[in-house]
């Protein structure tokens, strides 16, 4: 079954940790999202792909990083922890065929 | 740039009331639009979708919404609601499809007995 795919679900680590949420979608999908959600709900994009070796930072400015090696991986790093990257990350992809983008399950991350 | 305005952060009703959540866009070319919903502790699903089709567009769950340019509005409704509406629901727009959605900072649907 086509989906998309973000692991851990839940995350809790200390500051100064590095991390790395992963996202993978069997969709065949060319364009991919990372999201923040803030706990007052409201999503801010944070990076995106529209391609292999293609990254574009998105409106919020984040400290993390993404990789785009394999069109159906899109891994978001953050190689230092802090407890203000305590967040909701919230992968997409869309493809060609159609508009609208699919979501995964969401990683909630908590640094302490 | 395009943008969605939602109004209303909570929205309360009583079950089998008609559910009215309101969505204003802001684009300079004819846009598509979106409505997504969550439930607590999972990813957005897709609602519904307006691709300058039809202007009247169902979606699952029984949710609808009529795009009027005039207003630039897509309210979403549901003309009974049910227990399991309640959720958070995301409007979106993206200016002519097939790139990054922006998202309104949504509205949680309360429906209480």
């Known amino acids: 079954e086509a989906d998309i795919y973000q692991t851990p679900r839940y995350l809790v680590i200390g500051t100064g940790k590095k991390i790395t949420l992963e996202c993978s979608q069997t969709m065949g999908h060319d364009k991919m999202y990372w999201y923040q959600q803030d706990p007052g709900m409201e999503l801010h994009l944070i990076h995106y792909s529209y391609g292999v070796n293609s990254t574009e930072k998105g409106d919020l400015s984040s400290e993390s990083t993404v990789s785009r090696i394999r069109t159906e991986h899109f891994p978001l790093t953050l190689e230092s922890a802090r407890p203000s990257h305590t967040s909701q990350y919230l992968c997409?992809?869309?493809?060609?065929?159609?508009?609208?983008?699919?979501f995964g399950q969401g990683t909630r991350l908590t640094v302490v | 740039a395009q943008s969605v305005t939602q109004l209303g952060s909570h929205v309360s009703v009583s079950e089998g009331a008609l559910v009215l959540l309101r969505c204003n866009y802001s684009?300079?070319?004819?846009?598509?639009l979106f409505w997504y919903v969550q439930y607590p502790n999972q990813g957005l699903q897709l609602l519904l979708k307006y691709t300058s089709a039809a202007t009247l567009v169902k979606g699952i769950n029984g949710f609808e919404a009529e795009f009027k340019k005039s207003e630039t509005s897509f309210h979403l409704t549901k003309p009974s609601a049910h227990m399991s509406d309640a959720a958070e629901y995301f409007c979106a727009v993206s200016p002519t499809g097939f790139q990054k959605l922006v998202f309104g900072t949504g509205t949680r649907l309360l429906v209480s007995p």
């Open positions: 684009s300079s070319v004819p846009p598509y």
């Open positions: 997409a992809s869309s493809g060609s065929d159609s508009p609208e983008a699919f």
